[in-house]
């Protein structure tokens, strides 16, 4: 079996949740059996529903706090007739405002607030209960109810000091004590003070074997707990982001990210380290040798792959087309390419550039667009599937400083687009072979906005007037091949061969 560590999961998940996502899948296709372990707490949804909204199944997932339990993952079918079960020796009034369902009790400030995972639906999730005016428990289901948290007043506010989780009789499994920010667990048989214990002990409780792995996605909080307790299994680190600050590293030190920095110390107990990219392993490896005079075992598996590669429509692309695609927010810098390709249109006419993807930055990207008068050439798309998008479009347009993989540019050239963006570690130069599949920008922290600006643009009209686009077309298949599933399944099936 291969445990899967994490923190959390959300509906605005991270690159993280994404590349577990793709493994799942991967592990799915070769045969392997795989379990995601989640270890946040989660409190204002089901996990069930976010998890499988990235399409993982329910018996692929563990919940640190249900594990200890007999409670599944599974959606929520607790209904608001089930709710007015426990409450029908009493009398009471509801009222409904949208997914909130009130249940008034005779007597000052007694009701419950039940809140429903749809308001077109009468599944409940959460029961909030306030008795004279004070907030006193939460109640939370599924199928039946997972825990309670419990309530006092403290300085004017609910303060939670417990937490009992169920079975599914209602016998209580384990409860979780808050003092001070101090939690203790307590079991029928044993007291655990910290929630990384509680880690350890779940760890313990898996009776792992030399036959398993453990692959850690995220140490925070939890990677000691894991490397302490994991006995014979084989332990695997995910390097998902840069390892250490370029900026505070010099000839005689390294200052390691501080996400990888204990199981970097920790590495005779790692088996193995897991990068994207071959640019960042190798890197890795001679940091390692230079800084801590070891050699550990660091393989590149892509945290994505193409299902196929797919090509343009029979009309062909549409002509001098950019398209971007990613969350819309600072670092993703789309008011720079905005700004080039407004400048670019002075030179090729008819050029256009289609913006996929949501986030904060929304409307003050709108507004630029206008300011620059470019709304019939420029255009927000929103967020969408684009697996048939891509091949519509010529080139791929990036103005992101830091790419530690790019599932949209793997996609990018999936569709045989060339790709504009600056030579930033590591997902750029994996994808992008300069002047024969786009241009990589030299990029350096004191950089000036306006020749960031200016280079993207030169870049943009020497790619629409100069280059062989069908050239660049070509070499963008052959590096797409490389990442083609069947490939990426191929690379995790020799690597667990390998290791077990």
């Keep these: 079996m291969i445990y899967n560590f994490n923190l959390g999961i959300g509906w605005a998940s991270s690159g993280v949740e994404y590349a577990q996502s793709y493994r799942c899948k991967m592990l799915r296709n070769i045969g392997q059996k795989a379990k995601f372990i989640f270890t946040d707490m989660f409190s204002t949804e089901n996990i069930e529903h976010m998890t499988r909204n990235m399409g993982f199944e329910d018996e692929e997932i563990i919940?640190?706090?249900?594990?200890?339990?007999?409670?599944?993952?599974?959606?929520?079918?607790?209904?608001?007739?089930?709710?007015?079960?426990?409450?029908?020796?009493?009398?009471?009034?509801?009222?409904?405002?949208?997914?909130?369902?009130?249940?008034?009790?005779?007597?000052?400030?007694?009701?419950?607030?039940?809140?429903?995972?749809?308001?077109?639906?009468?599944?409940?999730?959460?029961?909030?209960?306030?008795?004279?005016?004070?907030?006193?428990?939460?109640d939370y289901y599924t199928d039946c109810r997972v825990y309670s948290e419990y309530y006092a007043p403290l300085?004017?506010?609910?303060?939670?000091?417990?937490?009992?989780?169920?079975?599914?009789?209602?016998?209580?499994?384990?409860?979780?004590?808050?003092?001070?920010?101090?939690?203790?667990?307590?079991?029928?048989?044993?007291?655990?003070?910290?929630?990384?214990?509680?880690?350890?002990?779940?760890?313990?409780?898996?009776?792992?074997?030399?036959?398993?792995?453990?692959i850690d996605d995220r140490t925070t909080g939890i990677g000691q707990a894991i490397i302490q307790n994991a006995g014979p299994a084989k332990v695997v680190m995910i390097v998902h982001a840069d390892h250490f600050s370029e900026a505070q590293t010099d000839e005689e030190t390294i200052l390691w990210n501080n996400y990888y920095e204990y199981s970097f110390a920790m590495n005779k107990h790692v088996t193995a380290y897991v990068t994207a990219t071959d640019v960042q392993n190798n890197l890795m490896k001679q940091q390692f040798q230079k800084y801590l005079n070891v050699t550990p075992n660091i393989v590149t598996i892509p945290v994505g792959s193409l299902k196929e590669l797919t090509y343009p429509p029979t009309e062909g692309r549409k002509k001098h087309a950019l398209i971007t695609a990613s969350r819309l927010a600072t670092e993703k810098h789309i008011d720079?390419?905005?700004?080039?390709?407004?400048?670019?249109?002075?030179?090729?006419?008819?050029?256009?550039?289609?913006?996929?993807?949501?986030?904060?930055?929304?409307?003050?990207?709108?507004?630029?667009?206008?300011?620059?008068?470019?709304?019939?050439?420029?255009?927000?798309?929103?967020?969408?599937?684009?697996?048939?998008?891509?091949?519509?479009?010529?080139?791929?347009?990036?103005?992101?400083?830091?790419?530690?993989?790019?599932?949209?540019?793997?996609?990018?050239?999936?569709?045989?687009?060339?790709?504009?963006?600056?030579?930033?570690?590591?997902?750029?130069?994996?994808?992008v072979d300069h002047e024969q599949n786009g241009y990589l920008i030299p990029e350096t922290d004191d950089m000036e906005v306006k020749q960031r600006v200016k280079t993207l643009t030169d870049c943009i009209i020497r790619l629409f007037t100069e280059a062989d686009l069908k050239a660049f077309e070509k070499h963008s298949y052959e590096k797409a091949a490389m990442f083609l599933t069947e490939k990426v399944e191929l690379k995790w099936k020799d690597f667990l061969d390998q290791i077990v």
Excluded at 181 to 210: A, H, W
Aim: net charge negative; proline share 3%; with cysteine.
């Design 63 to 138: 919940w640190l706090y249900t594990f200890f339990t007999d409670t599944k993952i599974v959606p929520t079918s607790f209904t608001m007739a089930d709710l007015e079960k426990t409450i029908s020796h009493l009398s009471f009034q509801t009222e409904k405002n949208g997914k909130t369902v009130k249940y008034i009790f005779p007597g000052s400030g007694n009701f419950y607030t039940a809140y429903l995972v749809d308001e077109n639906k009468d599944l409940v999730h959460r029961v909030e209960i306030v008795s004279k005016g004070f907030l006193i428990r939460k």
């Design 155 to 214: 300085d004017k506010k609910a303060h939670l000091y417990q937490r009992r989780f169920y079975n599914r009789d209602g016998s209580v499994a384990y409860e979780e004590i808050t003092d001070n920010d101090v939690v203790t667990y307590r079991f029928p048989d044993r007291m655990i003070c910290s929630k990384e214990e509680l880690v350890g002990y779940m760890v313990q409780r898996l009776n792992l074997t030399e036959k398993d792995v453990v």
């Design 336 to 431: 720079w390419q905005i700004e080039a390709v407004a400048e670019a249109r002075k030179v090729v006419p008819d050029i256009t550039l289609d913006i996929y993807g949501k986030g904060g930055e929304e409307e003050k990207l709108r507004k630029l667009i206008e300011e620059k008068g470019c709304q019939d050439c420029i255009r927000l798309m929103g967020q969408q599937k684009l697996d048939t998008v891509y091949p519509k479009y010529e080139a791929y347009l990036s103005g992101s400083t830091s790419e530690g993989f790019g599932l949209t540019l793997l996609e990018a050239i999936g569709a045989g687009l060339p790709i504009i963006g600056f030579d930033v570690r590591y997902g750029n130069p994996t994808f």
